[in-house]
């Protein structure tokens, strides 16, 4: 069985970089650019990793990680531009596993 990777971003053009990669390296990817539909796919697939972007059209990549936590124990990474030290503190305060 292949894992399943979530990927939230939405710059498509890293989005679709990172989806690439992961499927290159044999996973199955579920790519989203916005937070609504990546939280519904959270309740419809057995995912082994989620990548989220911080900034989001619909909701902010902080908000949805604690929504996915709330319900889910898969490692969480949040993959973002967002380099100050209290954006990471936020982010592994909030449930991220890690913050690149």
Partial sequence: MREKILIVDDEKAIADLVEVYLKNDGYQVFKFYNATEALACTEKESLSLAILDVMLPDMDGFTLCQKIRANHLFPIIMLTAKVEDMDKIIGLTLG?????
């Fill in 96 to 100: 991220a596993d890690d913050y690149i």
